[in-house]
């Protein structure tokens, strides 16, 4: 065998060796969830990514009537975003329900008019959303007595919110759950009720007040 023939052979043994992992990892295993929170309309795990190495947070959102079109609005709202002091934005994919997950809701949602949830091809489905994983909010740091990190919070909550101004956004739902903690880093998120105000610009006279 010549050294071209030989570094093919690498080559293409190497590229198994890639797919067999991705294979392993994405196929063969569930997605391994720990919930950290729980919201009116879904709930937030947190995830380890085997196949980069990293940890995120994966919202889930059973699709309703109600909530359908929340979930969507922020989907899209979070990925036009880009700034330091928003929760950033990674992926987006639906997610059938499995028979586990079907019955576990009817236990824990039992008051839930069946009709309410949307089926696509006799299934229901999750929107999921992956996004940076902060491992604290402002809730948890206002239970603490320690206040020497309140301004700096207080002067990113603003540029953050000021961001969003500048996009002709409204939060609409800011609160201590919805700012999270990152490396003393504020993360703005939750965006499920962000409304977009058309910029309008009126000319005042002397006869318009």
Not at 154 to 165: C, T
Not at 188 to 208: C, H, M, Q, R, Y
């Amino acid at each position: 065998m010549n050294d071209k023939e030989s570094n093919y052979k690498k080559g293409s043994d190497m590229e198994l060796s890639v797919v067999q992992y991705t294979k392993d990892v994405i196929v063969t295993k569930p997605l391994h969830l720990d919930l950290i929170g729980k919201g009116a309309f879904g709930k937030v795990y947190k995830h380890y990514n085997e196949l980069d190495d990293n940890t995120y947070a994966v919202k889930k959102i059973l699709l309703t009537q109600e909530c359908a079109n929340n979930a969507l609005n922020e989907v899209r709202t979070l990925a036009s975003l880009n700034h330091t002091n928003i929760v950033r934005y990674y992926h987006s994919w639906l997610e059938a329900l499995r028979t586990s997950d079907v019955n576990l809701l009817k236990q824990e949602d039992s008051d839930d008019e069946d009709s309410e949830v949307i089926r696509m091809n006799g299934n229901q489905y999750y929107m999921c959303i992956r996004m940076e994983y902060c491992d604290s909010n402002l809730t948890k740091y206002l239970q603490t007595r320690d206040r020497s990190k309140i301004n700096l919070y207080r002067s990113q909550i603003i540029m953050g919110v000021a961001y969003l101004h500048l996009k002709n956004m409204i939060h609409r739902d800011l609160k201590p759950d919805n700012i999270l903690l990152s490396n003393d880093t504020v993360k703005i998120t939750d965006f499920g009720l962000v409304k977009t105000i058309e910029a309008t610009t009126k000319k005042f006279s002397p006869d318009n007040t």
